[in-house]
């Protein structure tokens, strides 16, 4: 009796430990879903914030870029004797006639098709090329490269080079040199996208005046 007891009592001893280890590693096995859970959710936030913080950042080296161009440009065309808008088709149009260039840059393949030409005195030429996604600015003097700096272009952005003589009752002989960009504001599905046009408009020849970077219709 006493050994039918003691069996009974350690068999039963076996199935609660079993019980108890079962038990356990059920639970382990929540709480390590749970925890991958909790940090594939925490990767995803992060990830997310970084993304926001570069884009943050790439943005404001675009705005950075475009401001220093349009200074500069707007100094080039106020110093400037003459401009010349270079086109394939043409020669040149001259600054005594009204003038107008795009250059879309949103094919991947898309290659330089006009330039911006400011003749300034002494022989200096200083040089607008665009070339896929940055304009690429030389002065020049003869043959010789005296500078060279690079302005990055927002993603597919296209650009716009415009001479027009001003409205009638301005000063005589005033005439207008523009740059022109327009991108989209999305980079996924561009062509859906609304876009942002930019302007920054300068007088052949004058002294430097309070004409900044501005958005049409505002």
């Known amino acids: 009796m006493k050994r039918n007891d003691l069996y009974n009592s350690t068999r039963q001893q076996f199935n609660e430990r079993q019980h108890r280890r079962a038990f356990t590693l059920v639970e382990m096995l929540v709480v390590t879903t749970m925890v991958s859970v909790v940090l594939s959710i925490v990767?995803?936030?992060l990830h997310g914030a970084w993304s926001v913080e570069q884009s943050d950042s790439d943005h404001r080296v675009l705005l950075d870029s475009m401001n220093r161009l349009a200074q500069q440009f707007r100094d080039d065309v106020h110093a400037a004797a003459s401009v010349q808008i270079i086109t394939p088709d043409a020669a040149s149009a001259s600054s005594k006639a009204p003038a107008t260039c795009s250059n879309n840059m949103n094919s991947a393949n898309a290659q330089p098709i006009s330039q911006f030409l400011a003749e300034l005195a002494g022989g200096r030429r200083i040089e607008y090329v665009v070339d896929k996604s940055a304009i690429n600015r030389t002065v020049?003097?003869?043959?010789?490269?005296?500078?060279?700096?690079?302005y990055a272009l927002p993603?597919?952005?296209?650009?716009g080079?415009?001479?027009a003589s001003l409205p009638a009752g301005s000063e005589a002989n005033s005439r207008l040199a523009s740059l022109l960009v327009d991108y989209p504001l999305a980079l996924k599905n561009p062509a859906d996208s609304a876009h942002r046009q930019l302007r920054v408009d300068a007088l052949i020849g004058s002294s430097p005046a309070s004409i900044a970077l501005e958005e049409p219709g505002k």
């Open 161 to 163: 080079w415009q001479v």
């Open 43 to 45: 990767g995803v936030l």
């Open 155 to 159: 993603p597919n952005a296209t650009i």
């Open 140 to 150: 020049r003097s003869g043959d010789a490269v005296n500078q060279r700096e690079t």
